[in-house]
């Protein structure tokens, strides 16, 4: 009788084969030639990746023909590596002491599953064959913006730039005095990525200027660079604005660089940019005029950008003027001129400009003593420079304002001793609503301090009025 039971199901696996005769030997038989077919495509694969990524390096992306190419081969090695398992599995799977399939259904499945899968490793590898380009160039990853003449930025640049390589950075502030070089500084920094390969770190640079701008121009500017079209998001509000500039961010790598806050900017909720987080590669960079904001937006690296010392801003204000500042009989104005600037960038440029039309002696004399006594005759410093102070004033609520304007009626090089300038302050009537008066005034030199709109004196409990001579002759005419 122990023979009847094995007998009798090899007799079960005959009647199960009869309709299936094939599929006895072809499944081994077919198996090997799909797995040699898809070392070869695999071979084809690793050549067209190799040459993708030599070229990508050179500000090129996948043509949408390679990309989708590409996907499919790699989906194709999962479902062929899962078939190719099964299969072995099945041709295990035996009656008992004969080499019939256990199942010959499952086993005449799988034999067609190997021909089909064959003759798409076929065709995928034939369809490498016919690709003209295997890339194409690159939508850039920023778009350029004009940038003046620098100096003495050098190495502020290359702190940002170590920062955007260090993983552990994620949001960058910059602060300084309005014409200091803050946005000429995140220009450099947007410029770099048309001739880096950095810039495939991110898959997209975006510029927007908050300055005093409503949350709705600002959220407008993010959407424009992100091509999202006009229709999803124009007749919305910035609830809805700050949705759909998230959705699209969450998904891009991306640096998103933010000029002239003026208060704390809730970047989620309001504008819609995702966490920057260690969790994902994109960053922020901002630019603020107060030190208190830029602690306030809680970066992971603070950098000041001060006036330039003085050889960087004669080698600045040489550069502009040209030849001229040069020449031995006016290059002692020159000195004198390049001094009045108290080293601030857009003072030396504007200036600077204004200076090359000028190339006898008694004309350098004469604009020297105008810089001097009525600063606002130049061109460029009424119309440029003053209003870009104007905005540092604007923030100031009127009593600050108030104490701030009346530090003009000191040289622009005194320092003065702060309990000496509050009790002058309390003398104007500046600060009577105050149950403290004293402690208000200590509030409204911090304020002012963090604002770069004074700065700490060399001796204790002293500040510097009016830290630059524009920026005196600005609140002069005020």
């Not at 260690?278 to 937006?297: A, D, G, N, P, W």
Request: glycine share 6%; with cysteine; proline share 4%.
């Amino acid at each position: 009788m122990e023979y009847i039971v094995p007998s009798w199901e090899i007799v079960k696996c005959l009647c199960r084969c009869i309709d299936y005769p094939p599929c006895i030997n072809e499944l081994q038989e077919i198996l090997p030639s799909l797995e040699t077919k898809m070392k070869s495509l695999t071979a084809v694969y690793e050549g067209v990746m190799e040459k993708v990524e030599l070229e990508e390096e050179h500000q090129r992306k996948r043509s949408p023909a390679v990309s989708d190419w590409i996907k499919r081969v790699e989906s194709m090695k999962k479902e062929i590596a899962d078939l190719v398992l099964k299969s072995k599995r099945e041709i295990q799977n035996k009656c008992p002491g004969t080499r019939l399939p256990l199942n010959c259904l499952a086993s005449s499945k799988l034999e067609k599953m190997v021909r089909e899968k064959m003759d798409a490793v076929e065709k995928m590898k034939s369809e490498a064959s016919s690709f003209q380009e295997l890339t194409q160039p690159q939508r850039p990853v920023a778009i350029k913006f004009p940038l003046v003449k620098t100096e003495g930025l050098d190495l502020l640049f290359e702190e940002v730039w170590k920062c955007l390589e260090d993983d552990r950075v994620r949001l960058i502030g910059i602060y300084g005095i309005g014409g200091v070089g803050k946005t000429t500084l995140l220009t450099m920094v947007n410029n770099e990525f048309l001739k880096t390969s950095l810039s495939l770190k991110f898959e997209v640079v975006i510029w927007a200027e908050v300055s005093q701008h409503a949350i709705e121009e600002v959220q407008e500017k993010i959407l424009k660079r992100l091509e999202i079209p006009g229709d999803t998001w124009k007749h919305k509000g910035k609830g809805e604005r700050a949705i759909e500039i998230l959705r699209v961010l969450e998904k891009k790598n991306f640096l998103l660089l933010l000029d002239e806050i003026w208060q704390w900017l809730d970047l989620l909720n309001v504008l819609g940019i995702p966490s920057v987080d260690s969790e994902h590669k994109s960053k922020v960079i901002f630019t603020t005029r107060c030190e208190r904001v830029c602690r306030l937006m809680g970066p992971q690296k603070s950098i000041r950008v001060q006036c330039l010392a003085w050889e960087k801003a004669l080698t600045l204000f040489g550069t502009t003027v040209g030849e001229a500042a040069s020449s031995a009989h006016i290059s002692h104005f020159a000195k004198h001129i390049v001094q009045e600037c108290s080293g601030l960038p857009s003072a030396l440029n504007i200036i600077g400009t204004h200076m090359k039309a000028w190339t006898e002696l008694h004309q350098w004399e004469y604009q020297l003593n105008i810089l001097r006594h009525c600063p606002s005759e130049i061109p460029g410093m009424k119309n440029d420079l003053f209003p870009r102070l104007a905005k540092s004033c604007d923030m100031l609520d009127n009593t600050v304002k108030s104490c701030f304007l009346y530090c003009s009626m000191f040289p622009s090089d005194k320092e003065i001793f702060c309990d000496e300038l509050i009790q002058l302050w309390m003398g104007e009537g500046f600060l009577d609503q105050y149950d403290e008066p004293r402690a208000k005034g200590e509030g409204i030199i911090e304020q002012l301090c963090f604002a770069c709109l004074l700065e700490i004196g060399s001796f204790k409990k002293h500040v510097k009025n009016a830290p630059h001579d524009p920026c005196h002759g600005f609140v002069v005419s005020l």
